[in-house]
């Protein structure tokens, strides 16, 4: 009892005293002093016994003949004190008010001679007491008749229990606990409004509760926690009793069973060691210990998170590994850390948990029962709130914690396991979320819990308390009470039998780890590092006296039935993109920034990349065709494009790691999970994309291939989104996440081509021919290769002469280039012939003659290229080669004469079209640009065609070249890219390559390719 609670009820026992003048003024202050010693310790005994005296001393002023008044005004106090009461303590409380007062009542109406005439008064008296703290008549019937009359003749059948060994008791409405070779028999009275307990002892053995003595016919409140014992038999426990009221269906009974359970992480003696557990419906189970002594271990191997080395693990006798299919849904998992997305409401973050797990039910359903939920834990008034951070709060740390147990209990888990529930909480709170759990226990859940610090209040709501010690030794399981004696008599400490303060029953649970952590002294009588009880004998201590005495039997029983159904995996995609769309669209912050930073970086680039080279009518004129940044402004639309797609995602799912650990212990599917984030980062880089494009290309006059645009930038956004998810998904820290960012940036800057060319990398890298590997695997090469090929090749001015401009450049260079080069290789080669110290030079000579000659396309009857091996290879065969060439040389002559007429002719219908020759250079000034020319046409190369390693490379005007293989590979800036007998336009194909990139890389998401190797390497470092 508190202060107010002691002072409303010394005023209301000098009330009754005044009321009743049959009453003796000795008698009632020698039950008032026996009370108060009974309860409290002696100074506070003495100090509330001043208070009923000086409460009794100023009712005595009253005179006899004002009988009737007197009892009036009386009343009026009494009301006014009930008044008080209910306005400041809890009903619990004002119960114990009352039990007080009968019992006081119960002893005068005993002792005193004036027969019914004072029982009567103290029976109304008591009774106007009862209206008063809002008791009704019938809870004040029920506690009247229990201690004061017989306990059958109690009207509120349902909550009497009785303890006894008669195994054949039968009463439908009275509860019974049959207790082998109890000594009598033990009567119980729940008061379910106050969650309390009333009993008595009737029968001729010495019965004790927690160190005090209960006598017969004596009625006491039954303590949380508690055991009544008696010589030589098991005690009768508070859980027990409790347990007693509960009844739990056949049908929905759990049994949870974990027997010779032992696990070791890999590589480490850490873990724990074999034990045994038994856990059942109805009960609160805590598991206590230092920091670093596995509770969290121990709970996620019980949930079966973790594998055990040894043994097995039981539910209803069902093992819960292989009969996981059965079994699924029986298990709710809360871990410490929060599962909540911050971003939504508490109605919201429930409601869509509830979708995820109860898939049998309407939205209507679902709907009443979050609300039922939220009403339960009093969380309804808060349910409009965002639930925030740590940092922005909108709800407090209890109704946070609240809210993640309110995620499992939804669905309703038959067995309920919570890591540090009560962890950064205040006392109260810490309390309330306690509160609650024992709630759940009472309604037939099994709950484990592990704590660190439990206040006596919580630590008297545990039903069974598991001890771990340093290094995972589990050294206790048994009663919590019990386990402080337990720990008191193994280090012989003289209080040992003393598991609560005697005065005010409070419990200190630090004793245990106090007692089990006790250091031993040094000569200087400083503690030293050793123990005394190393966390190995307490382990055997335990064998051999708590576990040895265990039943763990296997029971076979069915398996109940649960609301736990898990939706198809397209409902759940739809349900995890809603929940994505709601909590992104919920973040303000991140919604502006996201929408604004890429229109934002158009403005910047188009602005600053906007050359102005003027007219001579206008210096300050901006012609497109004149714009030498162009290229520069492509290049870094790419590299925004990369940049905004990875920095989207990269937080994505790891924000998500602990809800994800969740949603895998309930078989969610990753594959739904995975396609809503891609979903929504693809529709938001989408955006992102239109917006950029649209406002750069005004900005910069780039008109048409507005789409193309889009298309190849928003390609490479969502291949650096799936590339920010594989980081997100693989890393651990969000600070390791951007500090990797720029080492997978640079590289896609570095490797383009446009920072340095691919044909001067290192030696090692570098490639002529084609684009080397290097650059193949980077998806801003073929982004930015798309978008320059298709702004030179597609604009509405180059696309009418690009396919003449083609062959007249082809013919050109096998005219200008080719041929005379193959010529003097032939020369040469003619002129090493028959020398034998020149074999090796006439080979490689002959060897170039043949790749060239291999090269040539542009007409099909070609000299036998066996003709020019070493081996047939003679002058003959040289003059027809040079004869030949020179033929073919000649009749390119002819066409590019016929290519210059169709190029004329395309001019004169263009003239045609458009009315005059300026409309014609006004539309080259509009699409066509220079430097991209200079670009993709290679001008500012010097050698247009090298011979490297023995082959003729070309390097005039690559963008004409035909592709340099068949396989899809070619030289940088080709205008297509060929796939056996196929041609496909460049920028369509290397959209294709980025997309079949971005599978690749989702399939490296969904196996979480990248954690699976970090893991590795961490492995093999600690293996070392």
Not at 217 to 233: C, D, F, G
Not at 288 to 301: D, E, I, Q, R, W
Not at 443 to 470: A, M, Y
Request: glycine share 6%; aromatic share 10%.
């Amino acid at each position: 009892m508190n202060d107010s609670l002691l002072q409303s009820l010394m005023r209301l026992f000098a009330i009754i005293v005044g009321m009743n003048k049959d009453m003796v003024h000795v008698l009632a202050r020698n039950y008032v002093e026996s009370f108060l010693k009974e309860e409290y310790r002696p100074a506070l005994a003495k100090r509330y016994l001043a208070i009923f005296d000086q409460y009794t001393a100023e009712l005595e002023g009253y005179e006899k003949s004002k009988q009737n008044k007197k009892i009036a005004v009386w009343s009026v106090k009494i009301l006014v004190i009930c008044q008080e009461i209910v306005e400041e303590l809890h009903i619990r409380h004002r119960f114990m008010i009352l039990i007080s007062l009968i019992r006081f009542s119960q002893y005068f109406s005993s002792s005193s001679r004036s027969g019914s005439n004072l029982a009567n008064a103290l029976s109304d008296a008591i009774r106007t007491v009862a209206n008063g703290l809002l008791i009704s008549e019938d809870e004040y019937e029920s506690c009247s008749t229990f201690i004061t009359d017989k306990f059958y003749n109690v009207p509120d059948r349902k909550n009497l229990l009785i303890v006894s060994d008669d195994p054949e008791f039968e009463d439908v409405e009275i509860k019974h606990i049959q207790k082998d070779r109890f000594p009598g028999q033990l009567f119980v009275l729940r008061i379910e409004r106050a969650d309390s307990y009333l009993y008595q002892y009737a029968g001729k053995a010495t019965l004790n509760n927690n160190g005090r003595n209960v006598f017969p016919r004596q009625v006491y409140v039954l303590p949380k926690a508690s055991a009544i014992r008696t010589e030589n038999l098991p005690p009768v426990y508070y859980s027990e009793i409790v347990s007693g009221y509960i009844r739990i269906d056949e049908k929905e009974k759990i049994e949870f069973l974990a027997r010779d359970i032992e696990f070791r992480f890999k590589n480490s003696s850490n873990g724990i060691h074999r034990f045994s557990f038994k856990g059942r419906s109805g009960e609160l189970v805590g598991v206590l210990g230092g920091s670093g002594a596995g509770k969290s271990t121990l709970l996620k191997v019980l949930t079966g998170s973790l594998k055990p080395n040894h043994g097995d693990i039981f539910i209803n006798g069902y093992k819960l590994k292989e009969n996981a299919a059965e079994l699924k849904g029986m298990i709710g998992y809360v871990p410490q850390d929060d599962l909540l997305i911050e971003e939504l409401t508490v109605y919201q973050n429930l409601h869509f948990n509830a979708r995820l797990c109860l898939n049998g039910y309407k939205r209507e359903e679902i709907h009443e029962m979050v609300l039922h939920i939220l009403n339960e834990l009093g969380l309804y008034e808060v349910r409009h709130l965002k639930v925030g951070n740590p940092l922005k709060k909108f709800i407090s740390g209890g109704q946070r914690k609240r809210l993640n147990i309110a995620l499992e209990l939804i669905r309703e888990p038959h067995i309920l396991f919570l890591d540090e529930p009560t962890s950064g909480l205040s006392s109260t709170d810490s309390e309330n979320v306690v509160a609650l759990l024992k709630e759940q226990a009472l309604k037939g859940k099994l709950v484990i819990i592990n704590i660190h610090q439990p206040s006596s209040e919580l630590f008297k709501q545990f039903d069974q308390l598991l001890v771990l010690d340093t290094g995972g030794y589990p050294i206790y399981a048994g009663n919590p009470l019990d386990g402080i004696t337990y720990f008191k008599q193994l280090s012989k400490r003289v209080d040992a039998e003393e598991a609560e303060c005697q005065s005010c029953g409070n419990t200190n649970p630090d004793d245990i780890l106090k007692v089990v952590e006790e250091r031993d002294v040094d000569e200087l009588g400083e503690f030293s590092q050793k123990r005394k009880v190393s966390p190995a004998s307490w382990y055997k201590s335990y064998q051999e006296k708590i576990e040895s005495q265990g039943n763990f039997e296997i029971k076979n029983r069915f398996i109940p039935e649960n609301k736990f159904q898990v939706p198809g995996k397209l409902k759940q995609f739809l349900i995890f993109f809603q929940r994505n769309l709601l909590s992104k669209l919920a973040d303000r912050q991140f919604l502006a920034i996201a929408l604004l930073v890429a229109p934002m970086l158009a403005v910047i680039l188009g602005f600053f990349s906007k050359y102005v080279a003027g007219t001579e009518a206008n210096p300050h004129a901006y012609i497109f065709s004149q714009n030498e940044n162009l290229p520069a402004y492509l290049f870094m639309s790419v590299v925004v494009a990369l940049f905004l797609g990875m920095i989207v995602s990269a937080e994505e799912i790891i924000k998500d790691r602990r809800m994800l650990e969740r949603e895998s212990f309930l078989h969610l599917n990753r594959t739904a999970y995975l396609f809503s984030k891609i979903s929504l980062l693809f529709i938001l880089s989408g955006f992102q994309m239109l917006l950029f494009v649209l406002i750069g290309n005004w900005i910069l006059g780039i008109r048409g291939l507005g789409f193309l645009y889009w298309l190849v930038l928003f390609s490479s956004a969502c291949f650096a989104n799936m590339l920010g998810l594989i980081i997100s998904d693989g890393l651990k820290s969000v600070v390791a996440i951007y500090v990797i960012v720029p080492f997978l940036l640079v590289p896609q800057i570095m490797l383009a081509g446009i920072i340095v060319k691919f044909d001067k990398l290192h030696y090692r890298f570098a490639s002529h021919q084609t684009v080397p590997m290097s650059g193949e695997v980077m998806a801003s090469r073929w982004a930015y290769e798309a978008l320059v090929v298709a702004q030179f090749a597609d604009n509405d001015y180059q696309k009418h002469f690009f396919e003449t401009e083609k062959l007249e450049s082809n013919i050109t260079y096998d005219r200008q280039f080719l041929i005379p080069a193959m010529l003097q290789e032939l020369e040469a080669a003619e002129q090493v012939l028959g020398k034998e110290a020149k074999e090796a030079e006439l080979e490689e000579r002959l060897r170039t003659f043949r790749l060239a000659l291999d090269d040539i396309f542009l007409v099909a009857n070609k000299p036998d290229p066996l003709n020019f091996t070493p081996e047939r290879f003679t002058s003959q065969f040289a003059r027809e080669g040079r004869s030949w060439l020179l033929a073919y040389k000649e009749g390119l002559t002819r066409e590019r004469k016929k290519t210059e007429k169709a190029k004329d002719c395309l001019i004169d219908s263009l003239l045609t079209a458009n009315g005059a020759s300026d409309a014609i250079l006004r539309l080259k000034r509009e699409y066509h640009n220079e430097s991209l020319a200079d670009l993709t046409l290679n001008r500012n190369e010097l050698h247009k065609i090298k011979k490297i390693k023995g082959r003729l490379i070309r390097k005039f005007e690559p963008v004409y070249a035909p592709p340099a293989k068949q396989n899809g590979r070619a030289q940088f800036l080709a205008a297509s890219k060929q796939l056996g007998r196929m041609s496909i336009p460049t920028p369509y194909f290397n959209v294709l390559v980025i997309w079949c990139m971005s599978v690749f890389l989702y399939a490296l998401l969904h196996f979480s390719a990248l954690e699976s190797v970090l893991g590795f390497f961490a492995n093999q470092e600690k293996s070392e």
